[in-house]
């Protein structure tokens, strides 16, 4: 399995990062490209299993993650990452919200549940609230 150093397409470290895992390139790009005016170090990745390979042994600071991943889900991801001993702080993306995906976010401990379309300063005024913490 390759690490992000011997990929080249992604930074090959990814403690001080916030992590972007979505299968719209378009929201993935924006949300990196917002974080990354505000001096936040944005990694994209399209799917949990490209975040799984390319980050094996690493620990972000932070996941935004989509829950309708192509392949294996966004709760699916916070489940295993939580079952490794990886509490990432994290918040998810989707496209319909429902009690249901509440629930279950709150269960594995994502700190929001945020609906599509979203204000991108929803997301971003969470990672700041939870950042100043982690360091």
Sequence with gaps: MKGLSETGAMPSSLPESVCVIDGDE??????????GTLGI???PFPSAEEFLEKAAGQRPQFLILELALPGMSGFELKEKLNEQGLKIPCIALTAESNIRKRREADRLGF???????FVYWQVVNRIQEVLPALR
Aim: aromatic content about 0%.
């Design 41 to 43: 170090r944005a990694v």
């Design 111 to 117: 700190l929001d549940l945020v609906e599509k379309p």
């Design 26 to 35: 378009g929201i993935r790009n924006s949300i990196c490209t917002l974080l």
